[in-house]
């Protein structure tokens, strides 16, 4: 047990990434991108290939980031550009992912045993929650500058933010690939970690990011963007540990994709459910007020007959 729990929390470490990249379309840019099955698979390739060919993990690392920086761009052009719906643009450029990660890669499957990657000599829980607060801190930054600023303002009021001079085109191509980047980065790390890279690794990331981001911000609160980043980490690592006691208590790992539906519907409606009892205890509260004002007009009539 004890073993599965470490096992989760490295990694929920890694998926952090990935959500804090599927971040910042959903929630900022109000983007609904699916380019992240592919882009994931993606940085997973990029990373082995040059990993198996004997190039350096950092360097591996660095250019899967890039590639997937690449594909998240090619997205928000087909969008901005082309004039695509952005979901419809998100599917097409998955779809083509497929072929060009198939392309990367030459095969289906490439194992990393018995060489040097970046998490060969590193204590994952020790070394990653390091990583995890510097690209935290580092997206916080930028979400602080002017182009960070207006990122959130084009997710907000696109129409309102252009009306003051901004591109949004630009901002919407450079939000989708920053998030596809991290998306990129996060598979490379993960296939690093895992000691493979295959071609379905990125089936489903979409799923869990989203789930990641609203377990956090169900539990853990968003009004900030200090609070939501830090939310969709710890939501990453609790969505983790949800599938490791998941797979505890007998469910099968092909009951997985299931159990994640599952949670995001439940994240999804805890909000509405804890309105509606706010609600319910607001109109118990009046009613009970009502009723003692009630009581006390009718005691002050009987006194005065």
């Avoid at 207006?150 to 919407?172: C, E, P, Y």
């Avoid at 980047?181 to 690093?192: E, T």
């Amino acid at each position: 047990m004890g073993d599965a729990i470490l096992g989760s929390l490295e990694l929920g470490l890694f998926y952090a990434i990935m959500a804090l990249g599927v971040y910042i379309t959903f929630r900022i840019l109000d983007f609904p991108d699916l380019t992240v099955d592919g882009s994931f698979t993606t940085g997973g390739a990029i990373a082995a290939v040059m990993i198996s060919h004997g190039s350096s993990p950092l360097l591996a690392t660095l250019c899967a980031f890039i590639g997937g920086m690449l594909a998240g761009a090619c997205t928000g052009l087909l969008h901005t550009k082309a004039k695509i719906n952005s979901l419809l643009a998100g599917i097409l450029m998955m779809i083509a992912l497929y072929s060009i990660n198939l392309r990367i890669m030459g095969k289906a499957n490439i194992p990393l045993l018995g060489v040097d990657t970046l998490i060969t000599n590193i204590s994952v829980l020790c070394v990653m929650p390091f990583v995890i607060i510097a690209l935290k801190l580092a997206m916080d930054w930028f979400l602080h500058t002017d182009l960070g600023l207006a990122l959130r303002a084009t997710g907000d009021n696109k129409r309102m933010i252009r009306s003051f001079g901004v591109n949004t085109d630009n901002t919407i191509i450079v939000g989708v690939s920053l998030s596809n980047g991290m998306v990129a980065l996060s598979g490379a790390l993960i296939a690093q970690y895992s000691a493979f890279a295959e071609i379905t690794m990125g089936v489903g990331m979409i799923v869990i990011g989203l789930a990641s981001v609203i377990i956090g911000e169900a539990i853990f609160g968003a009004r900030t963007v200090f609070r939501a980043t830090l939310s969709v980490i710890l939501g990453a690592i609790v969505y983790r540990l949800v599938v490791a006691l998941a797979l505890r208590v007998g469910l099968e790992a092909t009951d997985m994709k299931l159990m994640t539906a599952l949670i995001v519907i439940v994240a999804l409606s805890l909000p509405m459910i804890r309105t509606r009892l706010k609600q319910k205890a607001v109109i118990r509260k009046r009613t009970s007020q009502l009723e003692q004002l009630n009581g006390l007009a009718e005691t002050k009539g009987g006194g005065n007959r």
